[in-house]
């Protein structure tokens, strides 16, 4: 398990202790970009198993049907996951900038 965490970046705090909102805003990035990593190799899966379905139909109207259908809900759930993406990453962008402050500028 602390291989894996190693290997999405999970581990944000320099030493463990030493924890900020930056740091947690990193964690939460990381772990974002992790989720869409594993969304992307399972939307691969699905979009393969609607081929093998819509190649294996034989001509039948059903499986045609339901291999476009897979094809059009899998389509339409990973435009999703990549638009929450996209809006959650500009989010933290903005969070993660060197002095930026929800109160006002630091002096």
């Known amino acids: 398990m602390d291989l894996l965490a190693q290997s999405f970046n999970l581990i944000v705090c320099p030493n463990g202790i030493d924890c900020n909102f930056g740091h947690l805003v990193l964690l939460a990035r990381n772990l974002i970009n992790a989720m869409i990593l594993i969304s992307t190799f399972l939307a691969a899966a699905a979009f393969a198993y609607a081929g093998v379905v819509l190649l294996a139909s034989g001509g ?28 959650v990453y500009t989010i933290t962008s903005v969070l993660l900038v060197d002095g930026f402050s929800l109160l006002g500028s630091p002096r």
């Open 60 to 87: 039948s109207e059903n499986a045609k049907n339901d291999a476009k259908k897979i094809f059009t809900k899998v389509l339409i759930g990973y435009l999703w996951i990549l638009g929450a993406w996209l809006l």
